[in-house]
Each structure stands twice: as structure tokens, then as C-alpha cells.
């Protein structure tokens, strides 16, 4: 995915009420969908959390996708090696 910065869009976002400019060489709506995801996020553990600066409400928030991520992968991984079992399974039965 090589784009030139003629290809990429420049997409106005808001997270905790900072102003960014980004570029995005996808959908911008999904760009803005995710800003506004990464905003309900910092701001669900800045109101829990009041004395935090933006910086560790962003590592925590960091923290807190990676550790969705890594049981999303997880479970991606248990689905891939059961479908493999199944597929064993079904190809053996298939030579008998």
C-alpha cells in the first residue's frame, strides 16, 4: 500500500477536545469513525480518572486496545485452528 500524498485525503478529527489534522489514504469516514471511537475512549477513562494528564489517558487507553487486539487475536487463532481440525477431519472422511 504505497500511496503519494496525492492519493491520501486530510481529515478534521476532535480527541479529547484536541484538534487534529490527518491524512488518510482510505475512507475518510472510517478515519473519522475511529477518531470518534479513540474519543469516547479517553474521555470514558479521563472522566473515571480526573487527575490524569492527557498522556497516561492515552497510554491507558493504548493499553486498554492492545489488550483488546491481543483477545481478538486470540480467539482469531483458536477459530483458524479449529476450522483446520474440521477441514482435517472432513478430508480424511472424504478418503474412507
Same mark, same amino acid.
Do not use: W
Given at each position: 500500500?504505497? #500511496?503519494?500524498?496525492?492519493? !491520501?485525503?486530510?481529515?478534521?478529527?476532535?480527541? $479529547?477536545?484536541?484538534?487534529?489534522? $490527518? +491524512?488518510?489514504?482510505?475512507?475518510?469516514?472510517?478515519?473519522?469513525? +475511529?477518531? #470518534?471511537?479513540?474519543?469516547?475512549?479517553? &474521555?470514558?477513562? &479521563? =472522566?473515571?480518572?480526573? #487527575? $490524569?494528564?492527557?498522556?497516561?489517558? &492515552?497510554?491507558?487507553?493504548?493499553?486498554? +486496545? &492492545?489488550?483488546?487486539? =491481543?483477545? =481478538?487475536?486470540?480467539?482469531?487463532?483458536?477459530?483458524?485452528? =479449529?476450522?483446520?481440525?474440521?477441514?482435517?477431519?472432513?478430508?480424511?472422511?472424504? !478418503?474412507?
Amino acid at each position: 500500500m504505497d #500511496n503519494d500524498a496525492g492519493d !491520501r485525503k486530510q481529515v478534521k478529527v476532535s480527541i $479529547l477536545n484536541q484538534s487534529f489534522t $490527518l +491524512l488518510t489514504g482510505g475512507d475518510p469516514g472510517q478515519m473519522i469513525e +475511529l477518531a #470518534n471511537q479513540v474519543d469516547e475512549l479517553m &474521555a470514558s477513562i &479521563a =472522566r473515571k480518572s480526573p #487527575n $490524569l494528564d492527557s498522556t497516561r489517558v &492515552a497510554i491507558f487507553a493504548c493499553l486498554h +486496545l &492492545a489488550g483488546q487486539l =491481543r483477545s =481478538r487475536q486470540h480467539q482469531f487463532d483458536e477459530t483458524v485452528q =479449529r476450522f483446520s481440525q474440521l477441514l482435517d477431519q472432513a478430508l480424511q472422511d472424504s !478418503r474412507q
